[in-house]
């Protein structure tokens, strides 16, 4: 008996002692510290944990390597240190028991190369990672997109919450850039141009429902809103430079998430441990007609699924070959109610099926050629195929065809760059891109579905095209405190034998410590969707394509930036912009302009040349960045977007929306057994959105919404606001942790106009719009 009296003593100790001290669970954070311009690898890096006693820290072996152990779970921050380098500070990242932490950061020397320096320098996210930027950019994390509210794991949804930034709507992810529409935007991954990567992209002329990688792959990346650098070419309005995280080399993890989104599996790690090659997988299955049940009957929701991965593998003497790709297919339809007399609005009235599909795929290779030189080249194939029939049924059941789209698009690319360190002051980026264009075009759609009961709209055209670009550009550091961007971009067009230089330029004046004074100034032009360019007409025999020559879009960036660091985790930035348009497409004599131009914008006119844009703002930024569990960001925008068509009559773009407020803020609380729980909430106040008078004698003519393109945009709605939300919660167990995340968008239940619509009951026309909150619930486990 004393024997057990014994035991259940021990037993109830050992619970006790638990319960009251909790074990301290620990993580791994690991990488490599490279030269930020030749990417060798840097031997004998202090590596530190901050606030550690005893001291935790560690330093780069022979190729730069380093590995921390015993790092406790929660927020830590290090500090890197190294002679002859600018300093390195990571505040609060983010440590979890489900998995290691891989950070490769890049050390720029420092400009005097005397003594080692004095850590007091912090990563900036609201600079980028690219270091020839000079204003209008930020780099962006995973953990932001999981964390702000309305996030919900989406890089553009994450982007609207920035300065010079507009979300579109409730429901899709597409974003407005200083007044510049989405089909503007450049996205770039691992380097190379992509098409727009976001499920069903081609109904939302570059946005789409969700972005079709997972936030699981990404690894920090870039993000512009103006005047980019000489390197980043065919785009007018951002940039997003999406880098996708290497899978660790040394330990395989395991990710599983499912919610109202989706079902997400991912995988990592080592092919070979002593080759250091890896993988990372991730396939993701779309669960979000869940939430058909909110939605009215007439809104389809659309079903996706997507599969990406990296492959990473070193090699002695030819460098780093890596291997990705990207998938995604997608699609959305409604039923149509078969008996007329059901039908209340006209929106019933349509019946669609529209699908997206994407892959891209590349094969980079990184090599250093010497110990002051740096080549990438990277060879790669993107195409999407995009299906949209869309058939309208009058009250007598009578179809008109509406669309009838059968678009496939390809791109085979090769590109390259050599990077060059001359010394402390001076490196140099030089790069060339070579792409075949393919497509293949079936198009026949109506121009005017209330009068015209036949196509008249077609594209037939298969063939290819070729752009080349071409950049350098160059950092000068004048001064400590002075330093310049200076560069050159240059494009040829194949199909229509156009030649276009870009200069750029960009200043940095750091007036006093913790002031900057920025100017930058750059020239920018995109390419249109090819069956712009090879629209078709019906002549007496067959067809004649109509804008062969038809110029490309071009466009004037400055941006002047002042950056005021309040303190060492708050800064102030006030950036002023003025954008230029040329060289617009317009129809001759009318209000239409191609910046104003939307997947499901058709017409049969030649275009031509004469039309002109205007984007002209200012932009404020007031954020904090998490210290001591808080952070909050503080965005506004206020601008003026114009347009001049066809006719020479200056009008507001249908992106006027006048300005933008934004307050995100958030609280993060550390339990004692190492649980984290979090609450983050967004606040929106948006200008009305732009929308055409109806004609209401002509529409209640023919039953049929006709807008009145004489006072093209001239109504604006109301302003809007919204309110997100989103709780995590995380468990940290010593082999596993997982995470509850909750996100809901407009909880003030704010109206997303869709338009107008006829109704049938009341022979009349009538406002149309969607009211739901739009939640995202997931549970995800790391191990």
Same mark, same amino acid.
């Given at each position: 008996m004393? #024997?057990?009296?014994?035991?259940?003593?021990?037993?109830?100790?050992?619970?006790?002692?638990?319960?009251?001290?909790?074990?301290?669970?620990?993580?791994?954070?690991?990488?490599?510290?490279?030269?930020?311009?030749?990417?060798?690898?840097?031997?004998?890096?202090?590596?530190? *944990?901050?606030?550690?006693?005893?001291?935790v820290?560690?330093?780069?072996?022979?190729?730069?390597?380093?590995?921390?152990?015993?790092?406790?779970i929660?927020?830590?921050?290090?500090?890197?240190s190294?002679?002859?380098?600018?300093?390195?500070?990571?505040s609060?990242?983010?440590?979890?028991?489900?998995?290691?932490?891989?950070?490769?950061?890049?050390?720029?020397?420092?400009?005097?190369?005397?003594?080692?320096?004095?850590?007091?320098?912090?990563?900036?996210?609201?600079?980028?990672?690219?270091?020839?930027?000079?204003?209008?950019?930020?780099?962006?994390?995973?953990?932001?997109?999981?964390?702000?509210?309305?996030?919900?794991?989406?890089?553009?949804?994450?982007?609207?919450?920035?300065?010079?930034?507009?979300?579109?709507?409730?429901?899709?992810?597409?974003?407005?850039?200083?007044?510049?529409?989405?089909?503007?935007i *450049?996205?770039? *991954?691992e380097?190379?141009?992509?098409?727009?990567?976001? +499920?069903?992209?081609?109904?939302?002329?570059?946005?789409?429902?969700n972005?079709?990688f997972?936030?699981?792959?990404?690894?920090?990346?870039?993000?512009?809103?103006?005047?980019?650098?000489?390197?980043?070419?065919?785009?007018?309005?951002?940039?997003?430079?999406?880098?996708?995280?290497?899978?660790n080399?040394?330990?395989?993890?395991?990710?599983?998430?499912?919610?109202?989104?989706?079902?997400?599996?991912?995988?990592e790690?080592?092919?070979?441990?002593?080759?250091?090659?890896?993988?990372?997988?991730?396939?993701?299955?779309s669960?979000?007609?869940?939430?058909?049940?909110?939605?009215?009957?007439?809104?389809?929701?659309?079903?996706?699924?997507?599969?990406?991965?990296?492959?990473?593998?070193?090699?002695?003497?030819?460098?780093?070959?890596?291997?990705?790709?990207?998938?995604?297919?997608?699609?959305?339809?409604?039923?149509?109610?078969?008996?007329?007399i059901?039908w209340?609005?006209?929106?019933?009235?349509?019946?669609?099926?529209?699908?997206?599909?994407?892959?891209?795929?590349?094969?980079?290779?990184?090599?250093?050629?010497?110990?002051?030189?740096?080549?990438?080249?990277?060879?790669s194939?993107?195409?999407?195929?995009?299906?949209?029939?869309?058939?309208?049924?009058?009250?007598?059941?009578?179809?008109?065809?509406?669309?009838n789209?059968?678009?496939?698009?390809?791109?085979?690319?090769?590109?390259?760059?050599?990077? +060059?360190?001359?010394?402390?002051?001076?490196?140099?980026?030089?790069?060339?891109?070579?792409?075949?264009?393919?497509?293949?075009?079936k198009?026949?759609n109506n121009?005017?579905?209330?009068?015209?009961?036949?196509?008249?709209?077609?594209?037939?055209?298969?063939g290819?095209?070729?752009?080349?670009?071409?950049?350098?550009?160059?950092?000068?550091?004048?001064?400590?405190?002075?330093?310049?961007?200076?560069?050159?971009? *240059?494009?040829?067009?194949?199909?229509?034998?156009?030649?276009?230089?870009?200069?750029?330029?960009?200043?940095?004046?750091?007036?006093?410590?913790?002031?900057?004074?920025?100017?930058?100034?750059?020239? +920018?032009?995109?390419?249109e969707?090819?069956?712009?360019?090879?629209?078709?007409?019906?002549?007496?025999?067959?067809?004649?394509?109509?804008?062969?020559?038809?110029?490309?879009?071009?466009?004037?960036?400055?941006?002047?930036s002042?950056?005021?660091k309040?303190?060492?985790?708050?800064?102030?930035?006030?950036?002023?912009?003025?954008?230029?348009?040329y060289?617009?497409?317009?129809?001759?004599?009318?209000?239409?302009?191609?910046?104003?131009?939307?997947? /499901?914008?058709?017409?049969?006119?030649?275009?031509?040349?004469?039309?002109?844009?205007?984007n002209?703002?200012?932009?404020?930024?007031?954020e904090?960045?998490?210290?001591?569990g808080?952070?909050?960001?503080?965005?506004?925008? #206020?601008?003026?977007?114009?347009?001049?068509?066809?006719?020479?009559?200056?009008?507001n773009?249908?992106?006027?929306?006048?300005?933008?407020?934004?307050?995100?803020?958030?609280?993060e609380?550390?339990?004692?057994?190492? +649980?984290?729980?979090? #609450?983050?909430?967004?606040?929106?106040?948006?200008?009305?959105?732009?929308?055409?008078?109806?004609?209401?004698?002509?529409?209640?003519?023919?039953?049929?919404?006709?807008y009145?393109?004489?006072?093209?945009?001239?109504?604006?709605?109301?302003?809007?606001?919204?309110?997100?939300?989103?709780v995590?919660?995380?468990?940290?167990?010593?082999?596993?942790?997982?995470?509850?995340?909750?996100?809901?968008?407009n909880?003030?239940?704010?109206? /997303?106009?869709?338009?107008?619509?006829?109704?049938?009951?009341?022979?009349?026309?009538?406002?149309?719009?969607?009211t739901?909150?739009?939640?995202?619930?997931?549970?995800?486990?790391?191990?």
């Amino acid at each position: 008996m004393k #024997v057990y009296l014994k035991v259940l003593f021990i037993i109830l100790a050992l619970c006790f002692t638990n319960t009251v001290f909790p074990k301290q669970l620990t993580q791994i954070i690991k990488g490599k510290i490279v030269d930020s311009e030749t990417q060798i690898g840097l031997p004998g890096v202090t590596i530190m *944990l901050v606030g550690s006693n005893p001291i935790v820290g560690t330093s780069a072996d022979i190729d730069g390597n380093y590995r921390l152990e015993s790092i406790p779970i929660g927020r830590v921050s290090l500090k890197i240190s190294y002679i002859g380098y600018e300093p390195y500070y990571i505040s609060e990242l983010l440590v979890n028991s489900g998995k290691e932490i891989v950070l490769n950061i890049p050390l720029k020397e420092s400009f005097s190369q005397l003594n080692e320096v004095v850590i007091t320098a912090q990563l900036k996210k609201e600079e980028a990672i690219n270091k020839m930027a000079t204003v209008s950019a930020r780099t962006f994390s995973v953990e932001d997109a999981q964390r702000y509210a309305g996030g919900m794991d989406d890089p553009s949804r994450l982007a609207s919450m920035f300065a010079g930034v507009t979300p579109s709507t409730v429901d899709n992810n597409e974003i407005v850039i200083r007044g510049n529409a989405a089909k503007g935007i *450049l996205w770039r *991954l691992e380097g190379v141009e992509i098409p727009a990567p976001n +499920h069903l992209a081609g109904m939302f002329s570059g946005g789409g429902v969700n972005t079709m990688f997972s936030n699981n792959m990404l690894a920090n990346s870039d993000f512009f809103t103006g005047a980019f650098p000489a390197e980043y070419g065919n785009a007018l309005s951002g940039v997003f430079d999406m880098n996708l995280r290497t899978g660790n080399t040394d330990k395989r993890e395991y990710a599983f998430q499912v919610g109202s989104q989706g079902i997400d599996i991912s995988a990592e790690g080592p092919f070979r441990k002593e080759k250091r090659s890896s993988y990372l997988i991730n396939y993701r299955y779309s669960t979000i007609g869940l939430l058909q049940v909110l939605m009215p009957d007439i809104t389809g929701l659309p079903t996706y699924s997507d599969l990406s991965f990296k492959f990473n593998f070193p090699t002695k003497k030819m460098g780093v070959f890596t291997l990705w790709s990207i998938n995604g297919i997608g699609d959305i339809a409604n039923k149509l109610e078969e008996d007329p007399i059901q039908w209340e609005t006209s929106m019933e009235s349509f019946k669609y099926n529209i699908g997206y599909d994407l892959t891209a795929f590349g094969l980079n290779n990184k090599a250093i050629l010497n110990s002051k030189t740096f080549l990438f080249t990277s060879a790669s194939f993107s195409a999407t195929k995009y299906a949209n029939n869309n058939v309208f049924y009058k009250t007598n059941m009578q179809e008109v065809p509406v669309t009838n789209q059968n678009e496939i698009e390809s791109k085979l690319s090769f590109s390259t760059y050599l990077k +060059h360190k001359f010394n402390s002051r001076h490196s140099n980026k030089t790069g060339l891109l070579i792409n075949r264009l393919g497509y293949d075009y079936k198009v026949a759609n109506n121009t005017n579905v209330a009068e015209n009961s036949v196509a008249d709209f077609f594209v037939d055209s298969k063939g290819s095209t070729y752009s080349y670009q071409f950049y350098t550009q160059s950092k000068f550091y004048l001064r400590e405190n002075l330093n310049v961007n200076a560069g050159a971009h *240059l494009t040829y067009f194949d199909l229509n034998n156009e030649f276009i230089v870009e200069p750029r330029i960009g200043i940095n004046w750091k007036i006093k410590p913790g002031q900057k004074l920025s100017v930058a100034y750059g020239k +920018h032009s995109k390419i249109e969707t090819l069956r712009i360019y090879r629209m078709n007409v019906p002549v007496n025999i067959g067809f004649e394509t109509l804008n062969d020559n038809l110029a490309i879009t071009k466009s004037h960036h400055f941006v002047l930036s002042y950056d005021l660091k309040l303190n060492s985790n708050t800064h102030l930035k006030l950036e002023p912009y003025l954008q230029l348009m040329y060289d617009v497409p317009v129809i001759a004599d009318s209000s239409f302009s191609m910046i104003n131009f939307t997947s /499901e914008t058709f017409f049969t006119n030649q275009l031509v040349n004469d039309g002109t844009g205007r984007n002209i703002g200012i932009d404020l930024t007031l954020e904090r960045f998490m210290s001591k569990g808080f952070y909050y960001l503080i965005t506004a925008s #206020v601008y003026e977007s114009k347009y001049t068509g066809g006719d020479g009559i200056e009008r507001n773009t249908k992106y006027n929306q006048n300005f933008v407020f934004n307050v995100l803020a958030g609280k993060e609380w550390q339990t004692k057994k190492n +649980h984290i729980f979090g #609450v983050n909430t967004k606040f929106t106040i948006l200008g009305g959105k732009r929308q055409s008078p109806v004609n209401y004698d002509r529409s209640n003519q023919f039953q049929y919404v006709i807008y009145d393109d004489t006072q093209i945009f001239e109504k604006q709605l109301p302003t809007s606001y919204y309110v997100d939300l989103s709780v995590n919660y995380t468990i940290n167990k010593s082999k596993y942790s997982q995470s509850i995340i909750l996100h809901a968008k407009n909880l003030l239940m704010q109206e /997303e106009s869709l338009g107008y619509a006829f109704n049938y009951k009341t022979n009349s026309v009538e406002s149309y719009g969607l009211t739901i909150i739009f939640p995202y619930i997931s549970y995800k486990i790391q191990f």
